[in-house]
């Protein structure tokens, strides 16, 4: 599904058991964990020793995760529970049915593509080591929200930022619309030009 080299192939089941006991999961995470994943699959490792790419500074192996899920829906708690468990950088892969998303933890925070047909999904593993490979395909899966220029960590925080301002700009619209006094409305309305020009910049 991800064009990986044969070499870095482990189709590997990993029971929900093992994750359980790696993991801090808690009751809830765990009763998510039995309703929604039928199975966790161990598909690749990515490292110096299975593919054409150096180790980095701070990451020496990727690894990719494929989840069959039983329904679409997924809680993210699951993902960063998964991730705690393992000592490396894992990627996502959520299948459900003929449909498939990606997620990645960047800097702390996951982000995940939208679901896509199964014959069309794809990544690109491009880097020459493997913390330039793992910042490419993050800023892949965030679909655009990652700026390509600068580190990892400045595009997380300015992703941060930008989806706080959205959300102010959205809630200050509501109350735009719900408003009945003019001087109210007036204020509202340069808030909004104001806060709309500095997502801009």
Do not use: C
């Amino acid at each position: 599904m991800l064009g990986l080299p044969k070499s870095t192939e482990v189709n590997s089941r990993i029971s929900k058991e093992r994750l359980y006991a790696n993991a801090s999961v808690t009751p809830q995470i765990r009763v998510i964990m039995q309703e929604h994943i039928e199975s966790v699959i161990w598909r690749n490792k990515i490292a110096e020793s299975t593919m054409a790419v150096s180790r980095g500074d701070d990451i020496e192996e990727i690894q990719v995760f494929e989840i069959q899920l039983r329904q679409r829906g997924f809680n993210k708690l699951v993902l960063s529970a998964i991730a705690k468990a393992i000592p490396y950088k894992i990627v996502f892969v959520l299948v459900f049915g003929e449909e498939v998303q990606a997620w990645i933890d960047a800097a702390g925070t996951f982000y995940g593509t939208d679901w896509q047909p199964i014959d069309v999904f794809a990544l690109k593993f491009e880097g020459l080591n493997l913390d330039t490979v793992y910042e490419n395909l993050a800023r892949q899966i965030s679909d655009g929200r990652l700026e390509m220029d600068g580190s990892i960590e400045d595009a997380v925080e300015l992703d941060k930022r930008r989806q706080k301002m959205e959300s102010e700009i959205a809630a200050l619209e509501k109350k735009l619309l719900r408003e009945k006094q003019f001087n109210k409305q007036v204020e509202f309305s340069n808030k909004l030009k104001q806060l709309r020009k500095e997502l801009e910049e």
